[in-house]
Nanobody
Framework: VQPVESGGGLVQPGGSLRLSCVAS????????MSWYRQAPGKERELVAT????????NYADSVKGRFTISRDNAKSTGYLQMNSLKPEDTATYYC?????WGQGTQVTVSS
């Protein structure tokens, strides 16, 4: 079953949002998870990745120090905490786990 993202919305520059990605139908704890984003007219880009046991994370340079990826395997849920948001963070955010994409959640950063 495809993962389901939520938590997007409209936020002012400097604000915060937390995205969630809920997985079902498989053992979530066995797989790494990633967040991607795609802005209009641009290619989908990798934002952050976390391994299956949360011992390793990686971030795109553009979000380092502002975004934090995490997961709760007991809840089969991954998260992306986004702080100090900028207009250039505006995009549709997708999670990827077990080679399955979610439907995406829209994040718009604007005053």
């Amino acid at each position: 079953v495809q993962p389901v993202e939520s938590g997007g919305g409209l936020v002012q520059p400097g604000g915060s949002l937390r995205l969630s990605c809920v997985a079902s139908g498989f053992t979530f704890s066995m797989y790494a998870m990633s967040w991607y984003r795609q802005a209009p007219g641009k290619e989908r880009e990798l934002v952050a990745t976390i391994n299956s046991i949360s011992s390793s994370t990686n971030y795109a340079d553009s979000v380092k120090g502002r975004f934090t990826i995490s997961r709760d395997n007991a809840k089969s849920t991954g998260y992306l905490q986004m702080n100090s948001l900028k207009p250039e963070d505006t995009a549709t955010y997708y999670c990827l786990v077990r080679r399955m994409w979610g439907q995406g959640t829209q994040v718009t950063v604007s005053s």
